[in-house]
């Protein structure tokens, strides 16, 4: 801090001029000018600090939400996989269902023929399809 003609400090701007006037070098006093300066300072400082603080606050809160994005990837990621996994399973046991059907109609076809292959050879009449009307 450089001291004015007065012995008094006075206030350097950025630029590296004195705040002090002259008449303040002289009398010691300090102007209205010098003390709107000095305010004026002072709020850009007070401002400065105040967007300082509100970019560490967006850059947590950018950090967080890259963090909770790249978790809600993961889980979709994840569901994705659950849901393909399920399909294939699923069409699986359908075909498995579907293949069975059509082995037992056969299979009930096959012995209805042979039911009645029987009875026709042996000229005895079964009493399964005296079953079947019945139910």
Not at 48 to 55: E, H, R, S
Not at 57 to 65: D, G, N
């Amino acid at each position: 801090m450089m001291m004015s003609a007065a012995g008094e400090p006075s206030q350097m701007t950025e630029g590296g001029v004195s705040m002090t006037s002259e008449a303040s070098v002289f009398t010691g006093k300090v102007t209205h000018a010098e003390r709107n300066l000095s305010k004026i300072g002072q709020k850009k400082r007070d401002d400065m600090d105040k967007l300082k603080y509100l970019l560490e606050e967006t850059k947590e809160e950018l950090v967080e939400a890259k963090t909770k994005y790249k978790a809600a990837i993961a889980r979709r990621d994840t569901l994705e996989a659950q849901t393909k996994t399920l399909k294939t399973d699923f069409g699986m046991k359908m075909r498995t269902l579907l293949d069975k059907t059509e082995n037992d109609d056969r299979l009930i076809s096959m012995l209805k023929q042979e039911i009645t292959r029987l009875e026709n050879s042996k000229g005895v009449k079964s009493h399964l399809k005296g079953d079947d009307k019945k139910q």
